[in-house]
């Protein structure tokens, strides 16, 4: 289906379109269904009598010629940059006012891109433009995966991978189709894992993971990304594919996976992406598993209590409010909680265990009593005047009447210097409610 659009093609690097005079654009066969064009089978035969296939405006000849361009080494020279996928088609007007056709790539006119100016046309046979909407013979592209390793089934396989055109080709193939087009494409696993990293790829590895969630190539698909875990993980990008394989496919395929995390739950609590690929698996895990990473990030809490990173996965765990998996994390910041309060991040892990357990509550307010001085330094403190009022509200709201007059009887004292400071003014204002 032919979908118009205002950007043009031909454009040089930094030009104007409205200079370009472009009157309208067309996305071409390569992005059209791919049903539509009858794919078959490989018993089966391409309808060579569709009115789409057969377009009479469009020799054979450049056809060919299309097809060529199309796997040819040149299209495919961007691998490390990005796999961008798929060409269209453009109708210009020119100054002239003659309007024509050219070809491009997707990328040719991003800012800075890799491919800009770059274009190839279409001639006929007389040196002219091809004045025609082509239509790409599918029993080329299928002859072409079905070949052993080969350059051109390479270069297919890189610019379709990824692209608009992939997408519909996966909602065109039937079940044997499917199987023959995911072992190709889970062969060139490198290919598959670099598409992981680009936001173009993650679309069609999206659509890709959908198709096969009930089906054993998720195994497949699973221990490809599980060779590159921790890119994956700590990547934008590279996260989001990983998480699509914890949301849509069943415990057993992502068990390698969550394995790895398992294993590198330190690293990844405290990485500024890993910390939400890791909050990603927490919410999906299940079983045994579970239990082994609520455990091992329990172990390390001491550590990710004041940590800007590990700290969010850590108060993410206690929400959950497992009972064993929260005691073992108070006890092991027992003792610890004053000089957290003092702490911008860690001030915030304690009013988390807080408010999550009565048991640390009463723990946090006995080591503030412990000094006399204590209540009034915390309440004085840019970050500890926190916790105090925290701990006057809990201890209110709960009705444990003993333990806040205890911690106001302690403040009391030191309310004309509390007066000379924005915290302490703050804990007065919640004794005075």
């Known amino acids: 289906m032919a979908i118009a659009t205002s950007k043009t093609l031909n454009l040089k690097h930094g030009q104007n379109p409205i200079r370009a005079n472009v009157v309208d654009r067309y996305e071409d066969a390569m992005v059209q269904s791919f049903r539509s064009l009858g794919l078959k089978d490989e018993h089966g035969a391409i309808d060579t009598n569709s009115s789409r296939i057969k377009n009479q405006r469009f020799p054979a000849a450049q056809k060919s010629s299309f097809q060529a361009q199309l796997l040819s080494a040149n299209s495919v020279s961007d691998h490390d940059g990005g796999i961008w996928g798929y060409r269209f088609f453009a109708h210009e007007v020119d100054n002239s006012g003659t309007r ?13 891109g890799p491919h800009a100016g770059n274009r190839c046309d279409i001639i006929t ?3 002219q433009l091809a004045e025609a909407d082509p239509v790409i013979d599918l029993t080329h592209i299928q002859d072409t995966l079905k070949e052993e390793k080969c350059l051109q089934k390479e270069n297919l396989i890189y610019v379709l991978q990824w692209s608009n055109v992939f997408q519909a080709l996966l909602d065109a193939c ?20 670099n598409a ?10 999206t659509k890709l993971i959908r198709k096969l969630k009930k089906s054993d190539h998720a195994f497949t698909v699973t221990a490809i990304l599980s060779t590159k875990f921790l890119e994956l993980m700590t990547d934008h990008n590279g996260r989001q594919v990983i998480q699509t394989c914890f949301i849509l496919f069943r415990h ?5 996976l969550y394995e790895k995390t398992i294993n590198h739950c330190h690293y990844l609590a405290m990485h500024k992406v890993g910390c939400r690929a890791l909050n990603d698996c927490i919410s999906t895990i299940s079983g045994q598993q579970r239990s082994r990473l ?29 009972r064993d998996v929260n005691a073992r994390i108070f006890d092991c910041l027992r003792g610890k909680f004053i000089q957290l309060a003092q ?12 408010g999550i357990s009565q048991t640390c509550l009463l ?3 006995e080591e503030m009593l412990k000094s006399p001085q204590t209540p009034k330094v915390l309440a004085q403190h840019n970050f500890g005047n926190y916790v105090v009022q925290k701990a006057l509200h809990m201890t209110r709201e709960q009705g444990l009447i003993e333990l806040y007059n205890s911690l106001v009887n302690s403040l009391k004292p030191h309310f004309p210097a509390l007066m000379k400071t924005a915290g302490g003014r703050k804990v007065i204002e919640v004794i005075n409610k």
Not at 100 to 112: D, G, H, K, L
């Open 100 to 112: 024509r056709n050219s070809v491009s790539n997707t990328r040719t006119f991003e800012n800075n």
């Open 125 to 127: 046979d007389n040196g």
């Open 174 to 193: 039937d079940r044997k189709q499917m199987d023959s087009l995911v072992r190709t494409i889970l062969w060139e696993s490198e290919s598959f894992i």
């Open 196 to 205: 992981a990293f680009c936001r173009q790829g993650i679309y069609s590895i």
């Open 252 to 256: 057993e395929p992502n068990e390698i």
């Open 294 to 322: 609520l455990d091992s990030i329990a172990g390390i809490s001491d550590i990710l209590c004041d940590d800007p990173y590990g700290n969010y996965v850590l108060q993410n765990v206690m929400e959950l409010n497992h």
């Open 343 to 354: 702490r911008k991040v860690g001030s915030h892990t304690v009013e988390k265990c807080m």
């Open 363 to 365: 723990s946090v307010i």
